[in-house]
Structures are given as structure tokens and as C-alpha cells.
């Protein structure tokens, strides 16, 4: 069985890895076996030439034997589109998002949107970071897009 793990990147635009994608890369670290497919995700907010994948690939040390990197998505809907194209050109039974628990419900839905018509199981495995107020904010106001957002992942994925 092909399972993907994918790691949801974070980042305040601040060189490094961002404290609340050390957490969700721990948890990856934690759940990855062997035989899956780990998939980074995550771009760059300041232009600068390491990417959010680019972190957290420096920083894996996971068991998996194949990692890869998806340095282009700059959003969740970005990701989810990724997520699902991976799985699909893997034809991956199981995909387990990897994020923090004030993101994931919103994570989930457009994963699944990106894989709709597709047996696939969508898990997801969540960190308890605390949110800070401004992440709380722009989690609740993404989710006023997210109806949008999944016929657009629905369609590309």
C-alpha cells in the first residue's frame, strides 16, 4: 500500500524553520514509515531562494525512503492540489496531511475536494500548537473562500 504523508509548511516570512512547521515536521517524524512517500509543501514567502520545503527537507530526518518537495504551493487550496496530484500519480491508497489542529479542518476539506472521485482515504494528523491570535483570525477569515476554493481544487486536482 502507497501512503503519502504530507507536511503542510509554515512560515512568518522569517529565515529558518518557523517553530509551528518544526512541530508538524516532528509529527512527521513520529508517523512516517519506511515505505511511504513524504511530501513537503511550501514556498517562500520573501523571495528568498530556500523554500518552506526546502526547510524542512534540511531538516528531515524521518524514516522515509522517498521524500519529495512541493515548492510551489502558496496556499492550502496550493497544497491540496499538489497533495492530490502527487497521490494520484502514485496511486497511493491513503494520504495523512500533516499540519497544526487549528488548520487542519480547513487542510482536509480541500484535500479531499482535490482528490473527489478518487477511494482514496484522507487522515489527518494534527499538532497542538496554540494559534496565535493572527493565525486564528486568518484561519476563520480563509474559510469564507473555502466553498470557492474547493470547486477550484475539484478541478485541478
Given at each position: 500500500?502507497t501512503?503519502?504523508v ?15 512547521c518544526a512541530?508538524r515536521?516532528?509529527?512527521a517524524?513520529?508517523i ?14 520573501t523571495g ?11 531538516a ?7 521524500v ?5 504551493a502558496?496556499?492550502?487550496a ?26 487542519g479542518?480547513r487542510?482536509?476539506?480541500?484535500t ?16 497542538d ?5 493572527t493565525?486564528?483570525?486568518?484561519e476563520?477569515a480563509c474559510?469564507s473562500?473555502?466553498?470557492v476554493?474547493?470547486?477550484?481544487a475539484?478541478r485541478?486536482?
Amino acid at each position: 500500500m502507497t501512503r503519502v504523508v504530507a507536511v503542510f509548511g509554515y512560515s512568518d516570512g522569517t529565515p529558518g524553520l518557523h517553530p509551528v512547521c518544526a512541530a508538524r515536521l516532528e509529527l512527521a517524524h513520529a508517523i512516517a514509515r519506511p515505505e511511504d512517500v513524504v511530501l513537503l509543501s511550501g514556498w517562500s514567502r520573501t523571495g528568498r531562494s530556500e523554500t518552506e520545503a526546502d526547510v524542512m527537507a534540511h531538516a528531515w530526518r524521518g524514516p522515509s525512503g522517498r521524500v519529495l518537495l512541493d515548492r510551489g504551493a502558496r496556499t492550502t487550496a496550493g497544497n491540496a492540489i499538489g497533495i492530490a496530484r502527487v497521490a494520484r500519480a502514485l496511486e497511493a491508497e491513503e494520504v495523512v496531511l500533516v499540519t497544526s489542529s487549528w488548520h487542519g479542518r480547513r487542510a482536509r476539506t480541500l484535500t479531499r475536494a482535490a482528490l473527489a472521485g478518487t477511494p482514496l482515504r484522507v487522515e489527518l494528523a494534527t499538532t497542538d500548537e496554540r494559534a496565535a491570535s493572527t493565525a486564528r483570525l486568518r484561519e476563520l477569515a480563509c474559510w469564507s473562500a473555502v466553498p470557492v476554493l474547493a470547486l477550484v481544487a475539484a478541478r485541478a486536482g
